[in-house]
């Protein structure tokens, strides 16, 4: 495992993620992240602050060091060479809605400058991409069957309405003026799972990949 100790008290980190993992080298970064480095020849990193959970995981061959620049620039030194990883910066909005985004989260851009979000437990809605004074606020959709959260296939027409193949789904999904509507037998004698949607603005005509090209 992998511990703070301070003074008498002393903490596991990262209890669940490093659990029979052998631990070759650590290091906390000025920023707070955790960079852990594993026998499996796998990288892991934190969000800055977090002790429990990483965001970033990569395999990595024979990593034998960590270094910091004054620039915050991360040097990791291992069998492919020295490496420079440079940290983005970013937001997490994982727990700014409600419900909570939990489980497989699908994001894909719909017409109006939105984004719509597939979370679990059909928690389904979108977000303005564009406006900067309020950038989470969110518009929830309404739907009257349920699907399994991953959006696989996705288009749009000439009439701003979104088409969507959620994985495991043998039937189409419609969203408008955020409403999914589920077009139970649009697609006919199908019974695999949709494996593609396009639509074709010369013809103005829909074109779905089932057991047979329709």
Same mark, same amino acid.
Request: charge should be neutral; proline fraction near 3%; glycine fraction near 8%.
């Given at each position: 495992?992998?511990?703070?100790?301070?003074?008498?008290?002393?903490?596991?980190?990262?209890?669940?993620?490093?659990?029979?993992?052998?631990?070759?080298h650590t290091y906390?970064? +000025?920023a707070g992240r955790?960079?852990?480095?594993?026998?499996?020849?796998?990288?892991?990193?934190?969000?800055?602050?977090?002790?429990?959970?990483?965001?970033?995981?990569?395999?990595?061959?024979?990593?034998?060091?960590?270094?910091?620049?004054?620039?915050?620039?991360?040097?990791?030194?291992?069998?492919?060479?020295?490496?420079?990883? +440079?940290?983005?910066?970013?937001?997490?909005?994982?727990?700014?809605?409600?419900?909570?985004?939990?489980?497989?989260?699908?994001?894909?851009?719909?017409?109006?400058?939105?984004?719509?979000?597939?979370?679990?437990?059909?928690?389904?809605?979108?977000?303005?991409?564009?406006?900067?004074?309020?950038?989470?606020?969110?518009?929830?959709?309404?739907?009257?069957?349920?699907?399994?959260?991953?959006?696989?296939?996705?288009?749009?027409?000439?009439?701003?309405?979104?088409?969507?193949?959620?994985?495991?789904?043998?039937?189409?999904?419609?969203?408008?003026?955020?409403?999914?509507?589920?077009?139970?037998?649009?697609?006919?004698?199908?019974?695999?799972?949709?494996?593609?949607?396009?639509?074709?603005?010369?013809?103005? +005509?829909?074109?779905?990949?089932?057991?047979?090209?329709?």
């Open positions: 495992g992998f511990f703070e100790i301070e003074g008498k008290d002393t903490t596991a980190l990262f209890k669940d993620e490093l659990r029979d993992k052998y631990i070759l906390k970064d +000025k955790f960079w852990v480095y594993t026998l499996k020849n796998q990288l892991m990193v934190s969000a800055p602050g977090d002790k429990q959970h990483f965001i970033y995981k990569t395999p990595m061959r024979l990593v034998s060091g960590f270094c910091e620049d004054k620039e915050g620039n991360m040097w990791v030194a291992g069998l492919d060479g020295l490496l420079k990883m +440079k940290a983005v910066d970013y937001d997490s909005y994982d727990k700014s809605f409600t419900p909570h985004v939990t489980g497989n989260c699908s994001v894909i851009t719909i017409p109006g400058g939105r984004l719509l979000v597939s979370a679990a437990g059909n928690n389904l809605f979108s977000i303005s991409s564009t406006d900067e004074g309020n950038p989470i606020k969110k518009y929830p959709v309404k739907q009257s069957d349920t699907h399994y959260e991953i959006i696989d296939y996705w288009c749009s027409d000439d009439k701003g309405r979104t088409f969507l193949i959620f994985r495991e789904e043998g039937d189409l999904f419609m969203l408008q003026n955020n409403q999914l509507k589920f077009l139970n037998g649009l697609v006919k004698e199908n019974i695999h799972p949709l494996t593609g949607v396009a639509y074709s603005a010369r013809t103005h +005509k829909l074109y779905v990949c089932a057991d047979s090209f329709q």
